[in-house]
């Protein structure tokens, strides 16, 4: 009895570790994945049954596979397969947790300590990496300080457009007017100033180095193939020896960097002047034809004698007058030799005057009247004569308490 009782105990043993080692080759993956009920220990045969399999045979491998056996799986793997089946390869598994939200208290220390750090580096004028520190600090705890910092670390780096949005984005968020004052102030003359960055306008020409390349902007000339341009819409000009001038329209914004191509187009050659033409020959000179005679002279109408007649009646009338006022000067006169008075003397010199006009203008209109009477409208020479006694001759008479006469004057 005590003979089948050792091999009974002997065979129960041998399977117990016979699966233990199946166990610890499988992993725990390959546990829970194909994980099957383990088969259970070899069933203790029951009393005065005969045994009839050798159990020394499989003790043997398990012993020596022993001392290089894995680790066993941690409590709680489910069990593993039958004992005898072959085990699976191993199945990786990774698995990421995600990142668990920050509280309000977390995200204010972390904005805080981002704030502190943004400010040291700002102070040493690493302005990049405080600018970069102020956007975080402003992503965690949005605020007007983060945002004024922010925007005035991009305007020290000279980006214009950056720091134009970052100071609007900082006005935007409404800060404290009494807190802020001056900042907005700032930020208002900040975007006012930015917006009047000129543009970097980069103009390439094809071909691309013409002789006697020009550039101007709106008229004026420029230097170089790189222009610093206001903003705004202006006319660029390109011109070059032996190409046609061109000019386009272009509009930029402030701080805006532009690439302009301009394709100049070679000028047409000038045009070959024309030989002059021969001028026609002159025609054959023809006879003159006989000179006409010249037209008949308009009859000339005679001229009324009335004119004459008046002014030598005239020339009669002041003669009489000259005569009358004559005889009664020399009758004063010879009064005066008798009684020298001075009334008397007065009376002598106006009858003497009165004598000598009258018989200048009798002695005119004769003259004139004797003129009229005479010439002759046929012909222009007494017209001449005429004209010539007018302007050459002077007949004036003259009257004196001593006597009396005419004096002449002929001008050749």
Do not use: C
């Not at 000028?267 to 020959?281: H, I, Y």
């Not at 007065?346 to 009247?369: E, K, P, Q």
Request: net charge neutral; aromatic share 4%; hydrophobic share 40%.
């Amino acid at each position: 009895m005590r003979s089948r009782s050792g091999r009974l105990t002997m065979l129960t043993s041998a399977a117990m570790v016979s699966g233990l080692l199946t166990l610890t080759n499988v992993s725990p993956a390959s546990a829970q994945t194909d994980a099957k009920p383990a088969a259970p220990p070899a069933a203790q045969a029951p009393a005065g049954a005969a045994p009839t399999m050798a159990p020394a045979k499989p003790a043997a491998p398990a012993a020596q596979a022993a001392p290089t056996a894995p680790a066993a799986p941690a409590a709680g793997t489910p069990a593993a397969a039958a004992p005898g089946k072959a085990a699976e390869p191993a199945a990786t598994v990774t698995t990421t947790k995600p990142k668990k939200p920050l509280t309000e208290k977390q995200k204010k220390d972390e904005a805080k300590k981002l704030y502190k750090e943004a400010e040291t580096r700002f102070d040493k004028g690493e302005y990049a990496v405080a600018a970069d520190l102020y956007r975080q600090a402003d992503e965690h705890v949005p605020g007007a300080a983060p945002k004024y910092k922010l925007a005035l670390s991009l305007d020290k780096q000279g980006l214009a457009a950056e720091a134009v949005a970052a100071w609007q984005s900082f006005l935007d968020s409404k800060p404290d007017a009494e807190k802020f004052k001056d900042k907005i102030t700032e930020a208002q003359g900040r975007i006012e100033a930015l917006k009047k960055t000129p543009a970097k306008v980069r103009v390439a020409t094809t071909p691309e180095t013409p002789q006697g390349l020009k550039i101007a902007i709106d008229g004026v000339a420029q230097t170089g193939t790189e222009l610093s341009v206001p903003p705004g819409k202006h006319t660029l000009t390109v011109s070059a020896e032996g190409f046609a001038d061109a000019s386009q329209e272009i509009e930029v914004s402030f701080a805006e960097t532009r690439d302009v191509s301009v394709t100049l187009t070679p000028q047409a050659p000038p045009p070959v002047a024309a030989t002059p033409a021969q001028p026609p020959a002159p025609p054959p000179a023809t006879t003159p034809p006989p000179a006409q005679p010249p037209p008949p002279a308009a009859p000339v109408e005679p001229r009324s004698p009335v004119p004459a007649y008046v002014t030598l009646g005239l020339a009669g009338a002041g003669v009489v007058v000259g005569t009358i006022f004559g005889i009664q000067a020399l009758s004063a006169k010879s009064d005066f030799d008798k009684d020298p008075t001075t009334k008397t003397a007065d009376r002598v010199d106006r009858n003497a005057l009165i004598a000598d006009m009258s018989f200048a203008v009798a002695l005119t209109f004769g003259v004139t009247g004797a003129v009229l009477l005479l010439s002759d409208d046929t012909s222009a020479e007494p017209k001449t004569a005429a004209s010539s006694m007018k302007k050459n001759a002077f007949v004036a008479p003259f009257v004196s308490p001593t006597g009396g006469g005419a004096a002449a004057r002929f001008t050749f």
